[in-house]
């Protein structure tokens, strides 16, 4: 069984085009993740619920909305895609605050030409 | 913020040799993390320590929290041990703090 499972894995769009990626994790984990990889190989958080409620909403533009209908779902909502949105996006999971363990998905290459 | 600086940038190995990674961080933390990210981009967790000594086949990983610092060894390397090797480490916050990178290259 995936712990934390996204979807898609790979992702072309074209710019302008709106797209989604789905994370679900079955981990009864409380604590929910978006992290965007660049080029560099540089992961740099972007957003974290805890108990379907935002905590962390680090600077990015509003084009990206994460939404969490359940404790184990946080999905990424991206309106307008921009060449620059191109990166792998991995979602992770972790129980309680703090000090736990993180658990990663295996990541969405997104690619917009 | 607290700062994580890991050395060296870049490793390149025969298979067979030993390997130490350093993972430097600038201020107390209550988590640390290493993940290996394979040629295809999975990350894996390797280690949970926030301090002490695991030890999970090959690998083992040494966290001195006192001293801000954190090693991870690599004995007898093989090619499937290429990759990028991340420490992360957390405060107070949920959010994990990364470094870097060490990228590892093994030839056979």
Redesign the interface.
Do not use: D, E, P
């Given at each position: 069984d995936t712990a934390v499972s996204q979807t898609p894995k790979y992702l072309v769009t074209q710019m302008g085009n709106d797209k989604s990626i789905k994370c679900e994790q079955n981990l009864g984990h409380d604590?929910m993740?978006w992290?965007k990889q660049d080029s560099?190989?540089?992961?740099?958080?972007m957003f974290?619920y805890?108990n379907k409620e935002l905590?962390?909403n680090e600077t990015v533009p509003n084009r990206f909305s994460p939404k969490s209908p359940d404790k184990a779902h946080l999905n990424l909502h991206i309106n307008s895609l921009e060449l620059g949105d191109s990166a792998?996006y991995?979602c992770?999971s972790?129980h309680g605050?703090?000090?736990?363990?993180?658990?990663?998905g295996?990541?969405t290459?997104l690619t917009v030409v | 913020g607290i700062q994580v600086e890991q050395s060296p940038p870049d490793l390149i190995l025969q298979e067979g040799a030993n390997s130490t990674l350093r993972c430097n961080f600038s201020d107390s933390v209550n988590n640390l993390q290493w993940f290996h990210q394979n040629p295809w981009g999975q990350l894996i967790n390797l280690f949970y320590i926030p301090s002490g000594t695991k030890q999970n086949g090959r690998l083992s990983a040494t966290t001195v929290a006192t001293e801000r610092y954190s090693l991870l060894y690599i004995s007898s390397s093989q090619t499937t041990d290429s990759g990028v090797y991340f420490c992360a480490v957390v405060r107070s916050n949920y959010q994990l703090i990364w470094g870097a990178g060490t990228k590892l290259i093994i030839k056979p």
């Open positions: 604590t993740y992290y560099k190989k540089f992961l740099k958080i974290s805890n905590i962390i792998v991995f992770a972790s605050q703090g000090a736990r363990q993180a658990f990663f295996q990541g290459r | -």
